[in-house]
């Protein structure tokens, strides 16, 4: 399993959006399950928080969320 991570824009801009992107690719000939990804956000001060999942065929993802 390999993940990637971007950020865009880099580098960041004070007070303006950012959208971090997860890439999570299984390579391998043979199925992966219950892989769980997560990432710390650093250390600074968000007004919000939102996320969600793009599955390709084959794989899931939990429900979309956010925290204010």
Same mark, same amino acid.
């Given at each position: 399993?390999?993940? $990637?991570?971007? =950020?865009? +824009? #880099? +580098? !960041?801009?004070?007070?303006?959006?950012?959208a971090?992107?997860?890439? @999570?690719?299984?390579?391998? /000939?043979? !199925?992966? $399950?219950?892989?769980?990804? #997560?990432?710390?956000l +650093?250390? &600074?001060?968000?007004?919000? @928080? $939102?996320? &969600? =999942?793009?599955?390709? /065929?084959?794989?899931? =993802?939990a429900? !979309?969320?956010?925290?204010?």
């Open positions: 399993v390999g993940v $990637s991570k971007s =950020c865009t +824009p #880099s +580098p !960041a801009v004070p007070g303006g959006r950012i971090y992107t997860f890439v @999570v690719t299984n390579g391998g /000939a043979i !199925a992966v $399950s219950n892989v769980v990804v #997560s990432d710390t +650093p250390g &600074t001060t968000f007004q919000s @928080v $939102s996320w &969600t =999942c793009t599955a390709s /065929a084959g794989s899931s =993802c429900a !979309a969320g956010g925290a204010t």
